[in-house]
């Protein structure tokens, strides 16, 4: 509960994204319902493990690591149209990796890396300025300036949008990978 309604802060209506280790599956369950309890609309999960990572970076080209299909552009362009409440459920063994040639993790990081700093960056502020309106409409209404806030809020929520697709390509394709290995 206090996940979903202080760490989140899930609101009616609100898509959730859950990121979580299928280790964690039974714990992730009582997430997902509560978020449902919360009046949530959606709740999806992306899974990833540590083991099935281990074998994509063992076994994939660095080539293909790099690539983006477009199912996955479509999965974030329809996430940054609903902008949810992102959950991350984390367990995974830091050592997990270690057996990995560290020179070709580090190679697909330094070309995926760029992406994710400036997305990271937005996302933070959109959901910081959305919070921020969110407190602030009495005053707003108040002084009239419904317009000019909503004008500022599209403007944010389409360069969000925009940069987002990038960065949910990439998570998905690193098994949704936490924003703080990159």
Not at 88 to 104: L, R, T
Request: aromatic share 8%; with cysteine; proline share 3%.
């Amino acid at each position: 509960k206090l996940i979903v309604r202080t760490g989140a802060n899930v609101q009616k209506g609100q898509m959730v994204v859950i990121s979580s280790h299928v280790n964690d599956a039974y714990f992730t369950k009582y997430v997902v319902e509560e978020a449902y309890k919360a009046k949530a609309s959606e709740v999806l999960v992306d899974w990833h493990c540590d083991e099935i990572s281990k074998l994509t970076y063992k076994y994939a080209s660095v080539e293909t690591l790099k690539e983006l299909p477009n199912w996955v552009v479509e999965r974030l362009k329809y996430r940054a149209e609903k902008l949810p409440a992102m959950i991350h459920i984390e367990s995974s063994d830091p050592d997990a990796m270690a057996s990995i040639d560290q020179n070709k993790m580090m190679e697909v990081r330094r070309a995926t890396g760029p992406i994710f700093k400036p997305i990271r960056k937005e996302m933070e502020n959109t959901y910081s300025k959305v919070m921020d309106m969110v407190e602030l409409v009495p005053i707003t209404r108040a002084h009239a300036l419904e317009d000019d806030e909503i004008h500022k809020m599209t403007g944010q929520v389409a360069a969000v949008a925009k940069s987002g697709y990038k960065l949910d390509v990439v998570q998905s394709l690193f098994g949704s990978v936490s924003w703080v290995i990159f």
